[in-house]
């Protein structure tokens, strides 16, 4: 995906859960965890998420408000931790290159988790295991990567999808800010065919009968909630969370919500 799942641990998260409530709210934004060595919340009273907006399902802006699957996550953590949820726009280069870390506690942008990120950041517990697709127009002649190797395919930049079609020979890959743009490229016949995460292209496409996944990639993708390196607590804080909403069945009931039955 955007290079983006996951399973969890809780017991002593709930009591870090508890630990860094008694700190957000009894302290100003520059007091520190004995942790983490650096304060939290960043803003004081907020847990601040970047977030790559738009991003659908995951994250979109609807009757102006910032909805989806990630922004439920982020509402739950932000809950655990006793403070509001303030939500900021950040470009996915920005996240992945781990620069979130100095306006936001936290990143969930449907990242996937890989080798290269986590040396500029560390990741929660998978919640979500996100494959690549191939999508085309019916008629396209496209029917797998080796029959898209000269046509227009469009990926979303700094992704698992652009880094895996240029990795399999795609010639003519043409490269998007957001899935948004990405989707509205092949809706608009600017590109013969997009490549993508499952989740986020398929739910694009799900209402349009004219196009249609053409191929399926097995690649172990998994998203995972970002943290800045060092932020133990923060880190259990956020695997709390995740742990509670898997036990508790909400994980399953969110993902109905934003992707449908499976």
Same mark, same amino acid.
């Given at each position: 995906?955007? #290079?983006?799942?996951?399973?969890?641990?809780?017991?002593?998260?709930?009591?870090?859960?508890?630990?860094?409530?008694?700190?957000?709210?009894?302290?100003?934004?520059? *007091?520190? #965890?004995?942790?983490?060595?650096? *304060?939290?919340?960043?803003?004081?009273?907020?847990?601040?998420?970047?977030?790559?907006?738009?991003?659908?399902?995951?994250?979109?802006?609807? %009757?102006?408000?910032?909805?989806?699957?990630?922004?439920?996550?982020?509402?739950?953590?932000?809950?655990?931790?006793?403070?509001?949820?303030?939500?900021?726009?950040?470009?996915?280069?920005?996240?992945?290159?781990?620069?979130?870390?100095?306006?936001?506690?936290?990143?969930? *942008? #449907?990242?996937?988790?890989?080798?290269?990120?986590?040396?500029?950041?560390?990741?929660?517990?998978?919640?979500? +295991?996100? %494959?690549?697709?191939?999508?085309?127009?019916?008629? #396209?002649?496209?029917? +797998?990567?080796?029959?898209?190797?000269?046509?227009?395919?469009?990926?979303?930049?700094?992704?698992?999808?652009?880094?895996?079609?240029?990795?399999?020979?795609?010639?003519?890959?043409?490269?998007?800010?957001?899935?948004?743009?990405?989707?509205?490229?092949?809706?608009?016949?600017?590109? +013969?065919?997009?490549?993508?995460?499952?989740?986020?292209?398929?739910?694009?496409?799900?209402?349009?009968?004219?196009?249609?996944?053409?191929?399926?990639?097995?690649?172990?993708?998994?998203?995972?909630?970002?943290?800045?390196?060092?932020?133990? %607590?923060?880190?259990?804080?956020?695997?709390?969370?995740?742990?509670?909403?898997?036990?508790?069945?909400?994980?399953?009931?969110?993902?109905?919500?934003?992707?449908?039955?499976?």
């Amino acid at each position: 995906m955007r #290079s983006p799942k996951k399973k969890f641990a809780a017991a002593i998260a709930l009591s870090s859960v508890a630990l860094l409530a008694m700190t957000a709210c009894g302290s100003d934004s520059s *007091s520190e #965890s004995s942790a983490d060595g650096a *304060s939290f919340p960043l803003n004081q009273g907020k847990l601040t998420v970047c977030s790559d907006i738009p991003y659908e399902p995951f994250e979109f802006v609807k %009757d102006g408000k910032n909805v989806g699957f990630d922004m439920d996550v982020a509402a739950e953590i932000a809950k655990d931790a006793k403070l509001d949820l303030n939500v900021i726009d950040a470009s996915f280069d920005s996240i992945e290159s781990g620069l979130f870390s100095t306006q936001c506690d936290i990143a969930i *942008s #449907s990242i996937s988790i890989t080798d290269a990120r986590k040396a500029k950041m560390d990741f929660s517990t998978p919640y979500m +295991d996100d %494959d690549l697709v191939l999508i085309a127009k019916n008629g #396209s002649g496209i029917t +797998d990567l080796a029959s898209a190797t000269d046509k227009k395919v469009g990926v979303q930049q700094a992704t698992t999808g652009e880094k895996y079609g240029k990795e399999k020979g795609l010639k003519n890959i043409v490269g998007y800010e957001d899935a948004g743009l990405q989707t509205q490229a092949l809706l608009a016949g600017q590109v +013969d065919a997009v490549l993508g995460n499952q989740s986020v292209l398929g739910y694009a496409v799900k209402d349009k009968a004219d196009y249609k996944a053409v191929a399926n990639f097995k690649t172990g993708e998994q998203l995972g909630v970002a943290v800045p390196k060092d932020k133990a %607590d923060t880190l259990k804080l956020v695997n709390g969370t995740l742990k509670r909403l898997t036990d508790a069945g909400t994980m399953k009931e969110l993902t109905v919500k934003w992707f449908g039955e499976k």
